[in-house]
Nanobody, 130 residues
Framework: QVQLVESGGGLVQAGGSLRLSCAASGRIFSNYVMGWFRQAPGKEREFVAAINWSGRSTYYTDSMKGRFTISRDNSKSTVPLQMNSLKPEDTAVYSC???????????????????????WGPGAPVTVSS
């Protein structure tokens, strides 16, 4: 398995930006589809974004498309998540995750689902004040 650790969380005002990063170690990083999820207090964990092994394909929840950008650097085994135009409803703990699953249910049916991910980081809290 791959070990994951997030960094870059914190407090930001509405309209501001934050850049999260996920550092991976262990097995071959480039073998995995990498995703970001978030969980707000009292809510279920939800999909934010994912990126395929090469970095050429990215996937987003509609509400975050255009505001959030996922990328990856396989030489450094990192997955940044750039978050712009943040809103108070973006307040949550953000976690990165690694998936070795094949997209047998299609991209949305596979990589948007929590259950498709094998490894998780501990999470980084993000608070957006109004």
């Amino acid at each position: 398995q791959v070990q994951l650790v997030e960094s870059g969380g914190g407090l930001v005002q509405a309209g501001g930006s934050l850049r999260l990063s996920c550092a991976a170690s262990g097995r071959i990083f480039s073998n995995y589809v990498m995703g970001w999820f978030r969980q707000a207090p009292g809510k279920e964990r939800e999909f934010v974004a994912a990126i395929n092994w090469s970095g050429r394909s990215t996937y987003y929840t509609d509400s975050m498309k255009g505001r959030f950008t996922i990328s990856r650097d396989n030489s450094k085994s990192t997955v940044p998540l750039q978050m712009n135009s943040l809103k108070p409803e973006d307040t949550a703990v953000y976690s990165c995750a690694a998936s070795s699953a094949r997209p047998i249910y299609g991209v949305r049916g596979t990589y948007y689902r929590v259950a498709s991910y094998d490894c998780w980081g501990p999470g980084a809290p993000v608070t957006v004040s109004s």
